[in-house]
């Protein structure tokens, strides 16, 4: 089954009682019992819920995983991934991470014994030499967020291996559409799928996928004892959204593209991080891994200035000024302030993410549209 079947299809079938093609909204907390354990398979819907079952089953199928297992936002799938860890175990993660999943890390595993280091992931070296006998998780952002890093995820996960150690690939800013880590030998898959897969910006969630028995049973049972499941009618607009997942991702790369050219001769600009560029450092590795180079831009201002990249970000009429990403709208937004304000300045600073660094989430609509919304704001 190919990818565009797949969105549509995978995991997806008619409604046996009415023939319903879209799957129903089981929006129930209970089921009924013919006799105590006696039941058809469902008994309270924090367990199981038939809408959510179906949603992991397409889910598992667009990572060509076997079990899909949904979380009522991205963090909370993060932290049923840190959970497989002990107090004393270590957790090696990319650099240019998240300033959500930093947060979780530093300030609520970190306290329960949980050590992180961060490091450049896309020197194989340093993946390598900070792997100690604690380290238990490899955790892998690409493309990294915001900076458009690329990280070899064939080759770490070779590391992985070789050193006994987990292997987890936020594929968030890819999408399935784009790359399947587990292909590339990742252990473990992870989605913020309000982003891409719901694509709609009208829904939160998130969800694991992993072929593993032993570790789907561990996210399986933090799902129904942790209970940050995802609610019956959040699944349904998932379902919804992922159906289109080929075709908006598809535009938004094209769009990004032509983006990022405009952007790179502006004179305004100091520097484009966009993996699609040949002089990008890991541009081959992108071509290798993506069957497109994402919908994702940033760029900073020469001179670095705040105000100067604040009026900007309130000029735009197409580009909405908020946080998140992957909607069918452009959104641009402010990582040092917004998205990655829990991390200190110094340690942005490392990966380069200064004050004036601009992020861009490239929608569907007419590049046109959008290229004359940019040179006005720039203007």
Known sequence: ??????????????????????????????????????????????????????????????????????????????????????????????????????????RVHKRYGIRSTYVDMQDLDQVRDNIDENTRLIWVETPTNPMLN????????????????????????????????????????????????????????????????????????????????????????????????????????ENAAVIADFLKDHPKVNRVNYPGYSTHPNHEVAARQMRMFGAMVSFDLKGDDFEEAKGIMTATNYFLLAESLGGVESLIGHPASMTHGSIPKAERMKVGLTDSLIRLSVGVEDVNDLMDDLKNALG
């Open 1 to 106: 089954m190919k990818f565009g079947t797949k969105v549509i299809h995978a995991g997806v079938h008619p409604d046996p009682q009415t023939g319903s093609v879209m799957t129903p909204i089981y929006q129930t907390s209970t089921y009924v019992q013919k006799a105590p354990g006696v039941h058809q398979g469902y008994e309270y819907a924090r367990t199981q819920n038939p809408t959510r079952d179906v949603l992991q089953a397409n889910l598992a199928a667009l990572e060509n995983g076997k079990y899909g297992i949904c979380y009522s936002s991205g963090l909370a799938a993060m932290d049923a991934v840190i959970r497989l860890l002990n107090p004393g175990d270590g957790v090696l993660s990319t650099n240019d991470l998240y300033g959500g999943s930093y947060r979780q890390i530093e």
């Open 150 to 253: 690329i990280v070899d995820i064939e080759a770490v996960c070779q590391i992985g291996k070789e050193k006994g150690v987990l292997v987890c690939v936020d594929n968030t800013f890819a999408s399935p559409f784009l790359q399947n880590p587990l292909d590339l030998g990742a252990d473990i898959v992870l989605h913020s799928c309000t982003k891409y897969l719901g694509g709609h910006s009208d829904v939160v969630m998130g969800a694991v996928v992993t072929s593993d028995p032993a570790l789907s049973e561990h996210f399986y049972f933090l799902q129904n004892a942790v209970g940050a499941v995802p609610g019956p009618q959040d699944c349904f607009l998932m379902l919804r959204g992922i159906k289109t997942l080929h075709l908006r991702v598809q535009r938004a790369c």
